[in-house]
């Protein structure tokens, strides 16, 4: 759910960030600004749209759903396509996205309240470049990301640490 932006005007973050946990909305959207409904986060956009991005970020939850990684991961996912050179393409696949979501009866792609709604809205995209650019920008925006390594089990590179043969290697009891 998306907040009016005009009722923010003149408040400070604390504000915002009060407002949109006694709310419930899911995000809450200023101008230039993005936050978690919980306080768990927030981020100022630099040049996409605030909705762009929080478009983005459920579309990366939904592409790669992890129920146990927060989304503040998935927002440092995204991030990286908030740059002049990006924006224009990322505007125009979002618009798209909210343009198929619409033929489907919502009025965007946000306000699908099911997951299995969203993905049968992607997978109507999955051959498209758009789709293509943010589920590759996606496989090392999340999972690069060190503090989601222990969420998978992931120990990390193990070549700093003399490699897997002293660490665990052959320990597999199970044959």
């Known amino acids: 759910m998306m907040s009016d932006t005009s009722s923010l005007k003149g408040l400070t973050r604390r504000q915002v960030l009060s407002r949109a946990t006694s709310a419930g909305a899911s995000?809450?959207?200023g101008a230039g600004f993005l936050a978690a409904s919980n306080g768990a986060w927030a981020i100022e956009t630099g040049v996409l749209r605030p909705e762009t991005m929080?478009?983005?970020v459920q579309m990366a939850r939904d592409i790669y759903p992890h129920d146990q990684v927060a989304d503040e991961y998935y927002v440092l996912a995204v991030k990286g396509y908030d740059t002049p050179e990006a924006a224009e393409g990322i505007e125009t696949g979002i618009a798209t996205l909210n343009a198929a979501a619409r033929n489907k009866g919502h009025a965007n792609y946000l306000s699908i309240g099911w997951e299995r709604a969203r993905v049968d809205i992607l997978r109507?995209?999955?051959?498209g470049t758009?789709?293509?650019?943010?589920?590759?920008?996606?496989?090392t925006g999340l999972y690069n990301q060190k503090a989601v390594w222990p969420i998978f089990g992931?120990?990390?590179?193990?070549?700093?640490?003399g490699g897997y043969i002293a660490r665990?290697?052959?320990?597999i009891n199970w044959l």
């Open 27 to 29: 995000f809450v959207i």
């Open 54 to 56: 929080a478009t983005l």
């Open 124 to 127: 109507g995209m999955e051959d």
């Open 130 to 139: 758009f789709f293509q650019r943010i589920r590759g920008g996606l496989v």
């Open 154 to 161: 992931y120990e990390g590179a193990s070549f700093e640490q």
């Open 168 to 171: 665990g290697f052959n320990d």
